[in-house]
């Protein structure tokens, strides 16, 4: 079946940077887009960042445009996000999920992302 399992979530202080890992299985990861969504406390879940199943093509929301950034390993079957310059609003669970922009069909169980001073 398929299954998303993100990771590298953690602990930082505002400007340090993280990167997320998504890794799948059950399919052939070459054949689809991944994205990345998040959700903080008490907000609905927002798309982050979209890459397409060849890798040739990018999306950002306007919070993640210059500072975020989406990748691709498919010998891996993953999927990443480096963020840089992370802020307090960055604190979230983030998702990674099969598909392009809004069309998600699966999700994984979300890392947590804090940044605290």
């Known amino acids: 079946q398929v299954q998303l399992r993100e990771s590298g979530g953690g602990v930082v202080q505002p400007g340090e940077s993280l990167n997320l890992s998504c890794t799948a299985s059950g399919y052939t990861a070459s054949t689809d887009g991944f994205s990345w969504y998040r959700q903080a406390p008490g907000k609905e879940r927002e798309f982050v960042a979209t890459?397409?199943?060849?890798?040739?093509?990018?999306f950002y929301a306007d919070f993640a445009e210059g500072r975020f950034t989406i990748s691709r390993d498919d010998a891996k079957n993953a999927a990443y996000l480096q963020m840089n310059s992370l802020k307090s609003e960055d604190t979230a669970v983030y998702y990674c999920?099969?598909?392009?922009?809004?069309?998600?069909?699966?999700w994984g169980q979300g890392t947590q992302v804090t940044v605290s001073s």
């Open positions: 999920g099969r598909g392009w922009k809004t069309t998600i069909d699966y």
């Open positions: 890459i397409s199943y060849n890798g040739r093509r990018t």
